[in-house]
């Protein structure tokens, strides 16, 4: 039988939750962090509006995913990035990312995205295999190379 948990939308009131979950997710990967009380801070702000969402299972809570969406002259509906998606280190492998991801599929979907975009580091091959499994690509119908993605720092 396969296990399901519950998923919730986080509230303003989750921000130091939701804040505690990132900061650790960013620690584990030796990521930079602004820390809890910066992050809650901003949380308190963005998870009061619409445009970013966290979505939180297991109580206590085991894992969040942070969604953020935009407009997108690509299509009718919003662009949405999974920004984050992490469950607690002893609480892995008991199905609680596929629900939070079974979750943003579905929150995306009705917003009325087109598609979920999720950027992962190259070397991060637990986490590819993860949401390959789950039916995301890198590579687009057709094309032989995969999609990369890059930024650069503006600050």
């Given at each position: 039988m396969e296990q399901t948990h519950a998923v919730r939308?986080?509230?303003?009131?989750?921000?130091?939750?939701?804040?505690?979950m990132l900061d650790a997710f960013?620690?584990?990967?030796?990521?930079?962090?602004?820390?809890v009380d910066v992050l809650a801070g901003r949380l308190r702000?963005?998870?009061?509006g619409d445009d970013l969402v966290a979505l939180l299972t297991g109580?206590?809570?085991a894992g969040v995913a942070v969604?953020?969406?935009?407009?997108?002259?690509?299509?009718?509906g919003p662009a949405v990035l999974l920004d984050?998606?992490?469950?607690?280190?002893?609480?892995?492998?008991?199905?609680?990312g596929h629900a939070l991801l079974t979750a943003a599929c579905e929150l995306a979907r009705e917003r009325g995205a087109e598609s979920l975009?999720?950027?992962?580091?190259?070397?991060?091959?637990?986490?590819?295999r993860f949401y390959e499994a789950h039916g995301f690509a890198n590579i687009?119908?057709?094309?032989?190379?995969?999609?990369?993605?890059?930024?650069?720092?503006?600050v």
């Open positions: 939308r986080a509230t303003s009131a989750d921000a130091d939750l939701v804040a505690e960013n620690r584990e990967f030796d990521t930079p962090t602004p820390g702000t963005l998870l009061a109580e206590p809570a969604l953020s969406s935009r407009a997108s002259v690509w299509s009718d984050e998606l992490y469950v607690r280190p002893p609480l892995r492998n008991r199905r609680y975009e999720i950027n992962v580091d190259g070397e991060d091959t637990d986490t590819r687009e119908p057709g094309a032989t190379e995969p999609m990369y993605f890059y930024y650069r720092d503006l």
